[in-house]
């Protein structure tokens, strides 16, 4: 079965102040490792896909990276409004296209 | 580009009522999913549309639960008779390619 883990639960930050959240994974082959933002009473709002162990992308202050087991979300120099719940899910290579997501991670920075 | 809409935005029934949730996702997406989400738990898979036909359903906790996808556009998800422990907030989600895009979601309340 596949499963997905996010660390740490809850992460309080000052503003400017860099870190990561971690996401783990056990999955059958996996075919794409998503992250998405969720704000208060809205649907996860997409940032990343990464396909293969060692790829990296970036948005702004975001950058993911992805390992064989992990994927961190680097988030440098944050402001107040990256704060949210950050959700990592990942999509296996059989069956379909569904996804498998973890708990999030719920970011506020503060100013 | 308009995104996922869902409909209504909260709906509180008594148990043993009917619920319908709406969901149009974007224009010219064949796939449609819908996900949970209940109290305390990380989003759960639901089910899968690809244009009108179910491509998977292995989500769906049981038959009280019934989807439909009118023509390949917009889908519905009812619920009847609804149970306590169905409450929690749906989403709907749409894909073109492996991207799903959300919607803002239905929190539904069973008391």
């Known amino acids: 079965e596949d499963q997905v883990t996010q660390s740490p639960e809850a992460l309080r930050l000052q503003e400017g102040e860099s870190s990561s959240l971690n996401c783990s994974y056990t999955v059958s082959g996996l075919r794409g490792l998503f992250w998405y933002r969720q704000d208060p009473g809205k649907g996860p709002e997409f940032l990343f896909t990464l396909y293969s162990a060692g790829e990296e992308k970036e948005k702004e202050r975001l950058k993911a990276t992805l390992t064989k087991k992990e994927s961190f979300l680097h988030i440098t120099a944050p402001k107040p409004e990256d704060s949210a719940t950050y959700l990592c899910a990942v999509q296996a290579e059989s069956g379909y296209s569904t996804l498998t997501f973890g708990k999030g991670t719920m970011l506020l920075v503060s100013p | 580009e308009a995104g996922v809409t869902q409909f209504p935005s909260h709906s509180v029934i008594e148990k043993g009522q009917t619920v319908t949730l709406r969901c149009d996702p974007i224009?010219?997406?064949?796939?449609l999913y819908w996900y949970r989400r209940v109290m305390g738990k990380e989003i759960k898979f639901l089910l899968h549309f690809v244009k009108e036909s179910k491509q998977d359903e292995s989500g769906m906790p049981n038959n009280r639960f019934l989807a439909e996808r009118t023509g390949g556009t917009y889908s519905t998800l009812k619920v009847q008779p609804a149970e306590l422990e169905d409450s929690g907030v749906y989403f709907c989600a749409s894909s073109q390619g492996w991207a799903q895009y959300f919607g803002p979601g239905t929190r539904l309340t069973v008391l």
């Open positions: 224009s010219g997406h064949d796939n």
